[in-house]
């Protein structure tokens, strides 16, 4: 009974952070509503039996992709920027298909994707994701490691480092 | 144990949420922000069924996505400083060079 009560309590502090996310004007706010929401959701992991992928949502995600979305906002000084609504028919429309491309996702889940619980105990700890992910997804991994190196370059090259400057 | 399919509604939920973030908002890294919340969504999704089919490779799958989340947040945030230094703004609709 006590997992039914975390789980509703967190997954309404998802849902509202997201939506303050969506509609608050000040993207400062935005990021920092972001952060509770990945942090409920990392809550949902340990309630999935995941533990190392909860420490992980809260240390890469919350951690440091938030904390560089804040140090962008911040040095664009954004909150100063007033964002102008969009046009009422984007607007309208925006709302309205997102409304309802929800509604229906979740009538659809729950008339048709309810299961039963597995039987018997996930253990899906550090140690057995380590294990499949340093023997059968080894090459996927070094892949990653490249795709993250390229990251660096073209942000580094992207975000003002101007090569006639320094020669 | 609480039922999947309660982790896929909250799933669709925040997922329905991105997406209204994305079509609404001009300010790009609001946009971008919903496009982190969708990608979270889906993560949600893969550990839900990961669960319910006792399956290793949705972990390792998430693993892989946050991975690329962090390198396309990198990159994502590069282009709007970048975007920011030629316009002096990051309302997407003013970067309409391209657009016909």
């Given amino acids: 009974m006590i997992e039914y009560a975390v789980f509703f309590f967190f997954a309404a502090v998802a849902v509202i952070f997201a939506l303050m996310v969506v509609l608050h004007r000040n993207p400062v706010v935005g990021a920092l509503a972001l952060v509770a929401s990945f942090f409920a959701l990392a809550v949902m992991y340990v309630l999935l039996e995941a533990p190392f992928l909860a420490a992980l949502q809260v240390i890469v995600y919350a951690g440091a992709i938030m904390v560089l979305f804040l140090f962008v906002i911040m040095l664009l000084n954004l909150q100063k920027q007033s964002e102008e609504p969009t046009r009422p028919l984007q607007q309208f429309l925006g709302y309205a298909g997102s409304a309802a491309f929800g509604i229906g996702l979740v009538y659809y889940l729950s008339k048709y994707a309810v299961m039963e619980l597995p039987a018997g105990p996930f253990i899906a700890d550090a140690r057995t994701v380590g294990i499949r992910l340093f023997e059968a997804y080894i090459f996927p991994f070094e892949m990653v490691s490249i795709l993250l190196l390229a990251a660096i370059v073209g942000a580094l090259l992207l975000s003002g480092v101007r090569m006639e400057e320094r020669t | ?100």
């Fill in chain 2, 1 to 100: 144990m609480i039922p999947t399919h309660w982790f896929l509604i909250l799933s669709a939920i925040l997922f329905a949420i991105g997406v209204c973030g994305v079509l609404t908002r001009k300010n790009g890294i609001t946009i971008f922000m919903s496009i982190e919340l969708m990608v979270n969504a889906v993560n949600l999704t893969f550990l839900a069924y990961a669960r319910q089919f006792h399956q290793i490779h949705g972990l390792i799958f998430v693993f892989f996505v946050m991975a690329i989340a962090a390198a396309e947040a990198a990159v994502g945030l590069a282009i709007f400083i970048s975007l920011f230094h030629h316009r002096a703004t990051i309302d997407v609709d003013e970067a309409n060079l391209m657009r016909w």
